[in-house]
């Protein structure tokens, strides 16, 4: 290796040894879980070609060993000891990801660094990618020296499940709405929902799918690619993580209904009982996945470290005819985690029963949809159900959604699936796609009747404040209707009554889907004045009869503190 190219290694490695893990508390999310059972196409499962699956006699890191570095938080079953996560840099200390060009090149490379004392943890097919844990960063830069270049390297990152506050629904400022049990009806799935699902794969990247009264056994598979020394105690905050998602996608008992009971569930174990993982199992996680046939990757934990491995593994997902739907975090940040922030994946937010934005859920240009984020019954651990809150309660509604459409439709592809969910998908907040709500709020029932003739249904679909953007500018009220229907709509009346003052606009021929707004300006307050500003708005259709007319208003109050800003 030249000097030059030694040297760049050298403060590649030495960088990301100095780099500062910041830490802060994480907001709340809370759980539950369910069940159906399994197709042919899951039983019956293939060497995955991504997955090294030699004899450890001829591949001894085919499989990561389990971790057992003393003192090691992220192995730990300790919650206290568990790391927290921050949008920017979480990297797990002393350990790296190398992808060489070629098996050969990697083989070489093993060779010494095992000479030189460095350790290999994992090992994956995808980019001949190799994981390893240096005591010395000298050591790592000796083997690098003597054998083929990396061509792609990165730090290992931490992968967390949220936080969860407890089994209560989050109360911030007022009272958010719980779903409980009706998380279903407000979707709009009617009727007998039990073949949904049917002959399709889930994965459930997590902590690991358990047995639930609530969940098919046999309708299970599984998979652990963590293989922790012990499993958590029973009061273990994220012992019941998986199952919650599990039974939001597939339940199958009177207590816990899922949206798509008939799905076969993968269960991949990618982090361990006390909820934290890393970006290379959850990498392999993805690829075996794909490699086993799911076509809905389920994703409800995240990282703010861009592994360039994940990323691989994202696009090998997908390129495999795979769709990935992840959540975009609890931190209540503007930037969503990682896989959620990839294009091409779904990345899901939260809304309460009322389809307000939950305030933990991140904002950012790569939210996709929301979905029930606050209360929703699922299982847990043992026997117990809870509600279950944050945008992880919202992903498996998204996912469940997916495999419904692919049970009734054969010949659909899993990512058109997921574009029709969020074409059509009901605006909600600021008008068209935002970074609250993505493209609005998942909403099964239009996507049912979306080739139904003769609906007609206007709503009135978010009020939003938009303050002056300089002093020449008025502040406003937004306020914007969707047409609902799958009928052009002749004719839309839309009132508005903002501290005592009503102002009424007509749309004509308003197309399916269609959003119309109105901006209505408000007074302007003196600097640091308080404004308590009600706000009622409608909007009803002419011509035609509304199928809906319980969705055609929408009240609130704005608190504007401070009119200088």
Known sequence: MKGSTLFLWVVVFACCLLVLRLQTKRPPASVKEKEPS???????????????????????????????EAGSARMSNTAANRPSSKPGIDVIPNEFVLSFRSEADRAAFIEKAKAHGVEIIGMLGLGN???????????????????????????????????????????????YIAFGDQALKWLGVKGDNSSWGRDVVVAVLDNGVGSHPALREGNIIREDLVNEDAPASGDNTHSGHANAVASIIAGASDDVHGIAPAAAILS?????????????????????????????????????????????????????????????????????????????????SAVDAAGRHMYFANRGNEVSVSAPGVGVKSA????????????????????????YLLSENPDMTAGEAAALLIKYADDAGAPGKD????????????????????????????????????????????????????????????????????????????????????????????????????????????????RNPTNNVQRGVFFLEDGSK
């Open 38 to 68: 399994p197709p042919s196409k899951v039983s019956s499962v293939k060497t995955p070609p991504g997955i090294i699956r030699a004899s450890t006699a001829t591949h001894p890191f085919a499989r990561r060993p389990v971790r057992k």
């Open 380 to 403: 847990w651990s043992g026997n117990d159900f809870v509600g279950f809150s944050g945008t992880s309660a919202a992903v498996p509604f998204v996912s469940g959604a997916i495999a």
């Open 129 to 175: 990618t190799v994981l390893v844990k240096v005591k010395k960063p000298e050591d790592l830069q000796q083997a690098l020296s003597e054998s083929p270049s990396p061509v792609r390297s990165s730090p290992n990152y931490y992968f967390l499940a949220p936080e969860i506050p407890g089994k209560e629904t989050m109360k911030p400022q007022g009272n």
């Open 435 to 546: 970074k609250e709500y993505g493209s609005g709020i998942l909403d099964v029932q239009r996507v049912a009747e979306r080739n139904q003739k003769g609906i007609y249904d206007i709503a009135a679909s978010g009020v939003c404040y938009k303050p002056a953007s300089s002093a020449n500018d008025q502040n406003l009220v937004l306020m914007s209707a969707q047409n609902r229907g799958t009928e052009n709509l002749p004719a839309v009346e839309m009132k508005a009554e903002i501290a005592g003052r009503t102002w009424t606009t007509n749309f004509q021929n308003v197309a399916a889907g269609q959003t119309v707004s109105v901006e209505v300006p408000i007074d302007a307050w003196k600097p640091g004045e308080k404004k308590v500003l009600p706000v009622s708005f409608s909007a009803a259709v002419s011509g035609a009869t509304d």
């Open 268 to 348: 991949i174990k990618v982090i361990n009982s006390d909820g934290v993982g890393d970006s290379f199992t959850v990498a392999e996680g993805i690829v075996e996945a794909a490699d086993r046939g799911a076509k809905v990757i389920n994703v409800c934990i995240g990282s703010y470290g861009d592994c360039f491995l994940l990323k691989q593994a994202v696009d090998y997902a997908r390129q495999n005819g795979c769709v990935i739907v992840a959540a975009v975090g609890n931190e209540a940040v503007e930037g969503v985690s990682y896989p959620a922030k990839y294009d091409g994946v779904i990345g899901v």
